[in-house]
């Protein structure tokens, strides 16, 4: 009986640490987006520095 519960526990856990990384994914997935985001907005930046030191803009 014990051996069962024990099991059962194990069973649980390892549904709840799925759950848990599938959050975690998504949150990584969301983290990524946002760091394209400013990379591309740093290079636009930059890029209209470089046109305004060139003289261009």
């Known amino acids: 009986m014990r051996g069962n519960l024990d099991a059962e526990a194990i069973e649980d856990l390892e549904e709840t640490l799925k759950d848990e990384l ?3 994914r998504e949150e990584n997935q969301t983290v990524a ?3 394209r985001w400013i990379t591309a907005g740093i290079l636009v930046v930059s890029t ?3 046109l305004m030191l060139a003289g261009i803009l």
């Open 22 to 24: 599938g959050q975690v």
């Open 48 to 50: 209209i520095q470089a």
């Open 33 to 35: 987006q946002r760091q």
